[in-house]
């Protein structure tokens, strides 16, 4: 091989790995599932590979052409008859098999159409499984079609008859899959990869250099114990160390788990970390959540709340999804709306990404406003709250502990109690929050990005009332949710010594 041939050759797979990196990144979320309208593509694209498969019938015409019009001799026409159906064999068994391969589920068809085979799932097929699925599920039945009906009839007959039954299933089946599909666990999806990277409503963040923290302590932090935690334990220690945090609170939805880890690695970190948690509970029919503070989370009964809480989730978000189907007439592929997604929720802010990054629905009246309207500033915080928030079309309340069982909860297991971003779940019945604290809970939860400053100064005042502990975190999850930063909790800074003396003071009283 020239050194020519051999450049082109790495290019090429420079180019193609290029493309599966850009799939796995982008393409596969945008990536849909066929519906009864756009089956055409399937068609065409099958048209395609028929058509690629049969070329050498052009050498064949050439040939004849040139040689009734006299410009070669007759004698190379059984030859070219010969050649012909050797091309023919070899681009019906390996053409298209060659190119599904080599582009990574695209045939000539599928290029043409921009359609690709890809796991059930929407991740890549392994280049094995493309090979089986093109020649187990397509080239090999055609010829023994071929050669059933060459018995009795016509073998070009046979071929027609096995498209025609594949094509059947794929125009009945729900999910429009062939026969091999369904063995191989395969689909096809429309690409939708003339869009840009930089259409698309959400991103996988850019890596980037971690900002400083305005403050030194952050009680708040949420890793991928829980459901929209973006980063795992350690990802969070070296955050936090690199923006100079110097203590912490990983505090996940329900979850005690990452503090077992977090309290191995604080040390290795330099880092002062606090147990904590954030429980969804309810006062008074109303929503709302408590944080717990030098917790043990070693202890069973938060193993059992976390397992209850899950269950009851995963019940709520399928129902949140029906009903968002219903009254919108969007279809949402739960297979792939959850791919990824290691605890199977589908929380309004993941059907909001799933629906506004899908081209299929750019145009939909009801999807229009977030993408290009007057919502499209903050169009996943406007979806949610349109279609998911109490009231909305598709809210579905979660059956929520009480708030004085979990109170209980976390001081049997020494525990501290304070109030959650107590002036965002209460702020409609802002007196419950004196009821509360007068009820055993701690603290309050001051200073967040989620809350004004005439929340601030409301909420302090009741710190003075009651001269109860004050607590500040800055709520991050992540590069996703962009509106938090870690160790930037909105905290002044002569009032940090509030957040400090909290710290001090129930440290020496958990050892």
């Not at 990404?353 to 309207?373: E, F, M, S, W």
């Amino acid at each position: 091989m020239t050194n020519s041939m051999q450049g082109k050759k790495e290019t090429l797979q420079k180019r193609m790995k290029q493309r599966s990196s850009d799939y796995d990144r982008y393409g596969r979320y945008m990536a849909q599932n066929f519906t009864r309208k756009n089956l055409w593509m399937r068609f065409i694209a099958e048209l395609g590979d028929i058509a690629f498969m049969l070329l050498p019938v052009i050498l064949w015409l050439v040939v004849f052409i040139l040689t009734s019009s006299g410009f070669i001799s007759v004698s190379l026409l059984n030859f070219a008859a010969i050649v012909t159906v050797i091309l023919i064999v070899i681009f019906a068994i390996g053409a298209n098999t060659y190119l599904t391969i080599m582009f990574k589920g695209q045939s000539f068809g599928k290029i043409a159409m921009r359609l690709k085979v890809v796991n059930s799932d929407g991740s890549e097929c392994s280049r094995k499984k493309l090979f089986v699925r093109e020649a187990f599920g397509k080239t090999l039945p055609m010829f023994a079609f071929y050669g059933l009906f060459s018995l009795f009839t016509n073998g070009i007959l046979g071929i027609l008859a096995f498209l025609v039954l594949d094509g059947l299933l794929v125009f009945i089946d729900g999910r429009h899959r062939s026969i091999i599909d369904f063995i191989l666990k395969t689909k096809v999806v429309c690409l939708n990869d003339a869009v840009r990277r930089e259409d698309i409503v959400v991103e996988k963040p850019a890596a980037k250099e971690t900002p400083k923290a305005e403050n030194t302590i952050d009680l708040h932090l949420i890793s991928t114990f829980s459901h929209d935690g973006e980063y795992n334990v350690e990802d969070l220690f070296k955050q936090a160390k690199k923006a100079g945090v110097h203590t912490l609170s990983i505090t996940d939805h329900n979850s005690a788990k990452a503090n077992l880890s977090a309290l191995r690695l604080a040390p290795l970190y330099e880092i002062n970390y606090i147990p904590g948690i954030s429980i969804d509970c309810s006062y008074k029919d109303m929503h709302m959540r408590i944080l717990g503070y030098f917790i043990d989370p070693s202890d069973e009964r938060f193993v059992t709340l976390e397992h209850e809480n899950l269950m009851k989730e995963k019940a709520s978000s399928m129902r949140r999804v029906k009903l968002f189907e219903e009254f919108t007439g969007i279809e949402i592929d739960t297979e792939q709306l959850l791919k990824g997604n290691r605890f199977q929720l589908a929380s309004p802010e993941l059907i909001a990404r799933y629906v506004l990054n899908n081209v299929n629905y750019k145009d939909h009246q009801l999807i229009a406003p977030y993408l290009t309207g007057n919502k499209r500033n903050r169009p996943i915080a406007n979806f949610v709250q349109d279609f998911f928030a109490p009231g909305a079309v598709a809210y579905c309340p979660v059956a929520h502990p009480k708030v004085e069982d979990m109170i209980s909860l976390v001081k049997a297991t020494g525990g501290v109690v304070m109030l959650e971003d107590p002036m965002v779940y209460l702020k409609d019945e802002p007196e419950y929050i004196s009821e509360l604290l007068e009820s055993g809970v701690d603290g309050l939860e001051v200073f967040t990005p989620r809350q004004s400053k005439n929340d601030v100064k409301y909420l302090l005042k009741l710190v003075k009332k009651y001269n109860c502990a004050v607590s500040a975190g800055s709520e991050y999850h992540g590069e996703k949710r962009k509106e938090f930063i870690l160790g930037h909790t909105t905290c002044p800074l002569d009032a940090e010594a509030l957040v400090e003396n909290f710290v001090e003071t129930y440290a020496s009283k958990s050892k």
